[in-house]
T-cell receptor, first 112, second 112 residues
């Protein structure tokens, strides 16, 4: 079936470096994508979203890139800080109401 | 401030007991969702509701039920708890289709 990034890799970066977290999706009909951050013991927290009519969207220290041709989504975090350490999930709206399909997540570890 | 809360935050119960997890949001969101989160499976949708008196089954609905008697609350009931239902449960809400879902802090449930 359709899926979004089912693996949980770990990305380790040095404090101050930029981080790039990737996500592959397989449902070409999806037209809305969200990145969530989840810290230990907490619920997923919205970071940034993007709709399929855009290929880039920027927030505070974060940028989301969408490549519909290869069905790839990425989250870029500038000047990564220790507080950015968490698991990051991508999610896609599968165009069936407000249903989201979540990827398995990527763990970001920031070394001081 | 508007928010979404879950209670209890931690629960230990025995196999066969009925358990109800509460979810309450003060954003006046129409859509509410229940997910479970397990290692190796990410977030999986249990039930969801698009408004008062509306409920729908998600990907892993067996053994769970929900009711929506008002806009603010979507309680999740485990009719006869099983050890396989040991998990972390998250409630989420959103304003409507193609909109971000906002998550509660989670309930950690242990079924012995």
């Amino acid at each position: 079936g359709e899926s979004v990034g089912l693996h949980l890799p770990t990305l380790s970066v040095q404090e101050g470096d930029n981080s790039i977290i990737n996500c592959a999706y397989s449902n070409s009909a999806s037209d809305y994508f969200i990145w969530y951050k989840q810290e230990s013991g907490k619920g997923p927290q919205f970071i940034i979203d993007i709709r399929s009519n855009m290929d880039k969207r920027q927030g505070q220290r974060v940028t989301v890139l969408l490549n519909k041709t290869v069905k790839h989504l990425s989250l870029q975090i500038a000047a990564t800080q220790p507080g950015d350490s968490a698991v990051y999930f991508c999610a896609e709206n599968n165009n069936a109401g407000n249903m989201l399909t979540f990827g398995g997540g990527t763990r970001l570890m920031v070394k001081p | 401030d508007a928010e979404i809360t879950q209670s209890p935050r931690h629960k230990i119960t025995e196999t066969g007991r009925q358990v109800t997890l509460a979810c309450h949001q003060t954003w006046n969101h129409n859509n509410m969702f229940w997910y479970r989160q397990d290692l190796g499976h990410g977030l999986r949708l249990i039930h969801y509701s698009y408004g008062v008196h509306d409920t729908n089954k998600g990907e892993v609905s067996d053994g769970y039920s929900v009711s929506r008697s008002n806009t603010e609350d979507l309680p999740l009931t485990l009719e006869s708890a099983a050890s396989s239902q040991t998990s972390v449960y998250f409630c989420a809400s959103s304003t409507g289709s193609q909109e971000t879902q906002y998550f509660g802090p989670g309930t950690r449930l242990l079924v012995l």
